[in-house]
Every structure is written in structure tokens, then in C-alpha cells.
């Protein structure tokens, strides 16, 4: 398990977006740009993958601490900040009418008793007709 993988972890379980996580890392003056930020967070075999170096994480890490738990002159209780982030997540989350049913989007599926649709042959292509007399061009030279 890679810094990566933890932080990626990380990011979810505390659910977390790009933009909190730029502010924790700016409570330890440690700045990173959005796109660098994306980059930890793509696949390993994306072009625009980055390996999350040791520093990164452990400021991260730094900052959470801060974040969650506050300084020595002005002490937070975490719970209460991650019960706070937990309300902003779910105001965010887009809301269905619970008076209207949602769509299914998904195809309905076909009975059991009808067949699959049969792959037909390719047809063979009918022989061509020719319509003009074959001509032997000889450019325009007399050949005797």
C-alpha cells in the first residue's frame, strides 16, 4: 500500500473534496496546486498519474491534525467537525422528490420464452454485370 492509496482512503472516509483538502494542507503552509492534487488521486496507469511523495502525505497529515482537532489556544473536539463536514456533504448531495418515483434508465428486460436475435449470413455478392465492351487503350500509338 502505496502514500496514494492512503491518501485516497483517507480522502473518502472523511469524505472529504479537493477543496478542504487544499485548505488543511495550507493550515501547515504547504501549497499544491488542484491539478497536482488530481494527479494523486488518478490510476496507476494514467498518463497524468503522480506518486504521492512522502512530504505531501505527511503534511497532510499535519494539517488533518490541525483541522480536526484544533491548536493548543483554540482546541475543536473532531467529532463535531466531522459531524459538521458529514451535514455539508449531505445539503450538497443533489435531493429527489420523495412524492415521484426515479426513473429507471435501465432497458426492460426481455422474457424468457423469446429468442435471441439470429446473426444473419453475409450475403454473397452478386456478379457484376459488364455494361461496356472491355477496350485495350494503347495511348494513342498505333501498334502494327
Known sequence: MDNNDIFKKLRVALQLRDEQILEILQLVDFRISPAELGAFFRKQDHPNYMECGDQVLRNFL?????????????PKNAMDVISENNKNVQASAPRFPKDQPIKNT????????TKPFKKQAPKKPAPKIEVVERVKFNNGKNKK
Open 62 to 74: 499535519n494539517g488533518l491534525v490541525i483541522h480536526l482537532r484544533g491548536t493548543k489556544e483554540n
Open 106 to 113: 435501465f432497458p426492460k428486460p426481455k422474457p424468457a420464452g
